[in-house]
């Protein structure tokens, strides 16, 4: 049991900044691992940035120095911190959360996915 929450998407200039956000909830106990991917049409799905529970993260080189990944444990919720955006941004990004469900298990869920669009 279990589902993410995507927010924050829209429409941007080039130049601007969003921030994306992906709430855990239901049977989330905590979270180990955290990522963000992105896919354009016509494209694979690429990893944007990732988090763990320790603090490591992990950025592609295409948007290192730009994005910055992070989290509030209290309300089980990554973030995604775009700036500086490109229309090469562009695509529909996804949330992606492992961690430790209530009772015995796993929370493995990807979100629905949110529509980030760069344009002028």
């Known amino acids: 049991q279990g589902q993410l929450v995507e927010s924050g998407g829209g429409l941007v200039q080039p130049g601007g900044s969003l921030k994306l956000s992906c709430e855990a909830s239901?049977?989330?106990?905590?979270?180990?691992?955290m990522a963000w991917s992105r896919q354009s049409p016509g494209k694979q799905r690429e990893l944007v940035a990732s988090?763990?529970?320790?603090?490591?993260?992990y950025y592609a080189d295409f948007v290192r120095g730009r994005f910055t990944i992070f989290r509030d444990n209290d309300k089980n919720t990554v973030y995604l911190q775009m700036n500086r955006l490109t229309p090469e941004d562009t695509a529909v990004y996804y949330c992606?959360?492992?961690?430790?469900?209530?009772?015995?298990?796993?929370?493995?869920?990807w979100g629905p996915g949110t529509q980030v669009t760069v344009s002028s």
């Open positions: 992606y959360v492992d961690g430790r469900a209530t009772g015995n298990g796993r929370f493995k869920e």
């Open positions: 988090l763990t529970s320790s603090g490591t993260t």
């Open positions: 239901g049977s989330i106990s905590s979270m180990d691992f």
